[in-house]
């Protein structure tokens, strides 16, 4: 068995005026999240947004403003998902990444790991999601961008 890497994105992506898209868990009713994902091999962190933006959302982080936030977070890995990591492997550290994109974007989910999106503002997304690390994030969005 091939085993997650403890080492994941969070990527918030939003609209010039802060209004951000959420995805509900297929795994998880009712569990909103920003887009996130581990890395695979050894691709960098930005690599590993780009590719986990495009594989749950459909959107193209190539074509635009994808920001490393330079920060992390360490969590406890939710026991409902441990078995995905090797043995003993209990805590990930997650990278901060924000991508604006424009009103009206498409967005094409993955049908096995996400059943609806929405976009809320980002007081109501960082109400709206279950981890208090993406609750976090999106309370922090507004100073990054001076909105």
Known sequence: MTYKQPVSVLVLIHTRDLRVLLLERCDFADAWQSVTGSREGEESLAETARREVLEETGIDAAHYALRDWQCSTDYDIYERWRHRYAPGVTVNTE?????????????????????????????????????????????????????
Request: aromatic share 12%; no cysteine; net charge positive.
């Open 95 to 147: 990278h901060v990444f924000s991508l604006e994109v424009p009103d009206g974007i498409a967005v094409r989910l993955a049908p096995r790991e996400h059943r609806r999106y929405r976009w809320l503002s980002w007081q109501a997304a960082a109400e709206a999601v279950f981890s208090p690390s993406n609750a976090e994030a999106l309370r922090q969005l507004p100073a990054r961008f001076g909105s």
